[in-house]
């Protein structure tokens, strides 16, 4: 085909790792991303995580909160009016799909669920770890050679950073405590190291956290030949994919500045609009397959506080070599994450994932009389990553009758815990009191989160090697049924897994996005 025309719904990661494979692998190619938030940064979709300013970033996050965004209400295309606080806040960037106000999705059995609305997604927000998929987490009808081939190309994407902090004595001294607790405990070649990130370490010692700037990289580029094949139109809602028997012929755009509703026609489409809204589109759009948004699963999280214990700290790390390092945080001080440590997903024996943060700083107010204020060692927040098992029962249902504050079929939730997730939820609380014993004095005990509280949302548009009711993607990622309905993002996901999902979507999008190449330009 000669100068494909490809509308992609929605700018996180997933949407951009396709625009950017897309433009690279056709060289006549035009791609349109439509996107229903705000632009929020200079740079389109780069992470608020690198904005130093304070007061930039709040507004930065509160653009991105869509119901929930206050006087930001009204530009989103929003009436003004009230906003309901929800049972829980959602954290900073997102809001909760169960906000409580009028048009709110019903989530009573997953209440944290939430989604970011800015250009860039989620991945404006993201913590950016980028643990690589193991064992049983990974997808079974992709053999090994082509699946590493993915996972590099997707960690090249995102910019992996595989050694960041690596030289932070804090960090090191954490993980020493952490193998001398562990030791004889973990699996064979299972052990206590970095996590991987997304990001460039900056020649000062900072990180500049990737965003979906960087994953579009060339396409954002003036200078760059790609850059004018390429269009992002922001405050663009999609309201319908359009299709004729097995094909999509367009998408349905409301330009939420003027409420202007038009047809965009496209050769391809790609939907990337998160796990809830990416099935809520194709509901919306009579694409109903059985398995549509059910198989929910997230990974649970186990979480707690300590505080560095001094006396351990002191015989691992210098006086000299802390005060380098919290002179090398103070280059982007609102930016709290410094050294990320883990132990990874094996089995047998180690069915979790731990993950440990240190951070000068507390997660929460802490009462300054506390005999862990202001201690000088600095905090670890961490916590283990729990699996979901799949089931048709979990998932999100959308109801014709009832319409959500965007118009769209409204969002029911269901979700329950098993038996065999209450048992790992169990015992790796267990492993958190023991590996927070190895560090210092909880100063939150080890709790389980609400369920949705990870912010990875998986299966609900599930990948499957055959077309039997329980997935509604092909192992390209094509809708089945149809030649050019392309879906992607972490809903693709058909494993129980414990760890952040971002670089195996992102891995999953470019076995996808070269199908689309290879049909698109042959
Ligand atoms: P998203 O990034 O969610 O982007 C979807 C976009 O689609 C949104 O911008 C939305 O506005 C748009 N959209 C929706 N509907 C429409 C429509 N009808 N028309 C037009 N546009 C639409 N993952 C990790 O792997 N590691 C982490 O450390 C990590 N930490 C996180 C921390 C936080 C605070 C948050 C919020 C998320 C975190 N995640 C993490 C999750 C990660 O951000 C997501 O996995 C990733 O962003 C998913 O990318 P995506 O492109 O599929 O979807």
Not at 53 to 79: H, N, V
Not at 335 to 346: H, S, T
Request: glycine content about 10%.
């Amino acid at each position: 085909m000669s100068h494909p025309t490809i509308a992609i719904v929605g700018s996180g990661p997933i949407g951009s790792a396709y625009a950017r494979l897309l433009l690279e692998g056709l060289p006549d190619a035009r791609v349109v991303m439509f996107e229903a938030g705000p632009q929020l940064t200079a740079i389109p979709g780069e992470s608020v995580r690198n904005i130093v300013d304070p007061d930039e970033k709040a507004r930065a996050r509160e653009m991105s909160q869509g119901p929930q965004a206050g006087a930001f209400r009204e530009t989103l295309g929003l009436p003004a009016g009230a906003v309901v606080e929800g049972m829980f806040t959602a954290r900073q960037g997102t809001h909760l799909i169960d906000f409580g106000g009028e048009g709110s999705g019903h989530a009573p059995t997953f209440p944290a669920a939430a989604a970011a609305t800015n250009v860039g997604g989620q991945g404006a927000h993201w913590t950016c770890a980028i643990p690589r998929p193991s064992g049983s987490e990974r997808v079974d009808f992709i053999d090994d050679a082509e699946w590493n081939d993915l996972i590099e190309v997707a960690e090249g994407l995102l910019h992996a950073q595989s050694a960041a902090f690596a030289d932070s004595p804090i960090g090191a001294a954490i993980r020493d405590l952490l193998a001398e607790e562990y030791e004889g405990d973990l699996p064979e070649g299972v052990e206590v190291g970095t996590l991987p990130v997304a990001g460039d370490p900056q020649p000062d010692g900072s990180m500049r956290w990737t965003g979906a700037d960087m994953v579009l990289g060339p396409l954002i580029d003036p200078s760059s030949p790609l850059s004018a094949r390429f269009e992002l139109r922001d405050l663009s809602l999609v309201r319908r994919v359009e299709t004729d028997r097995s094909r999509a012929t367009g998408v349905v755009v409301e330009d939420l500045r003027t409420h202007e509703t038009s047809f965009y026609a496209a050769d391809a489409v790609v939907v990337a609009a998160d796990a809830f809204r990416s099935p809520q589109l194709l509901w919306a759009s009579g694409i109903r397959p059985a398995a549509l948004g059910r198989y929910l699963t997230e990974h649970h999280v186990v979480i707690t506080t300590v505080a560095l214990d001094g006396e351990r700290m002191s015989e691992r790390v210098t006086d000299e070599q802390l005060a380098a390092e919290l002179e090398r945080r103070s280059y982007n001080p609102a930016d709290p994450v410094a050294a990320v440590n883990r132990i990874p997903f094996a089995e047998p024996g180690h069915p979790y994932s731990l993950q440990v943060m240190y951070a000068e700083t507390p997660p929460f107010q802490l009462d300054p009389e506390h005999p862990a204020a202001g201690n000088k060692w600095g905090y670890v927040n961490m916590g283990y990553g729990v699996r979901k098992f799949p089931r048709a029962e979990d998932g999100v249902s959308f109801d014709d009758d009832e319409l959500d504050y965007r118009g769209f079929p409204n969002m029911t939730i269901e979700y329950a815990l098993t038996e065999r997730e209450e048992a790992e939820i169990a015992e790796a609380t267990v492993l958190l009191r023991k590996a927070a014993g190895a560090l210092g004095p909880f100063i939150a005990e080890p709790r389980l989160l609400p369920n949705g509280s990870s912010l990875h949302y998986m299966g609900t548009m599930r990948a499957g090697a055959v077309d039997d009711g329980t997935s509604v993607a092909d192992p390209y990622s094509h809708v089945w049924g149809f030649e050019n309905l392309v879906v992607g993002g972490n809903a693709l996901i058909p494993t129980a897994n414990t760890m952040n999902p971002t670089l195996m979507s992102t891995a999953i999008a470019v076995r996808g996005a070269r199908a689309l190449v290879s049909e698109l330009g042959g």
